[in-house]
Nanobody, 115 residues
């Protein structure tokens, strides 16, 4: 059983920052890929950022230069530092990890960017 617990969402003004965390526990082998997705009302879920076990990263074009994904392999935790937030970043953010060919999801955390 693999569990993902997300934290760090909330309400922030435009231009502000938030840091999301996702702690993974259970029967884990290597967590090859760790990702953050988001889904806004009426929109499809989209991948925001991905990081490999070795630390290679990639980002959704609209968040490049503002968001940073990182991971702590010793703690089985992935982070998403979000700076210069915009109202269009408002969404439920989900953590997603791959381990031994299976994919696991967190419950989601709401991020609202509004004045």
């Amino acid at each position: 059983q693999v569990q993902l617990v997300e934290s760090g969402g909330g309400l922030v003004q435009p231009g502000g920052s938030l840091r999301l965390s996702c702690a993974v526990s259970g029967s884990i082998f290597s967590l090859s890929f760790m990702r953050w997705y988001r889904q806004a009302p009426g929109n499809q879920r989209e991948v925001v950022a991905v990081i490999t076990r070795g630390g290679s990263t990639d980002y959704l074009y609209s968040v490049k230069g503002r968001f940073t994904i990182s991971r702590d392999n010793a703690k089985n935790t992935v982070y998403l530092q979000m700076n210069s937030l915009k109202p269009e970043d408002t969404a439920v953010y989900y953590c997603n990890v791959d381990d031994l060919g299976r994919s696991y999801w967190g419950q989601g955390t709401q991020v609202t960017v509004s004045s």
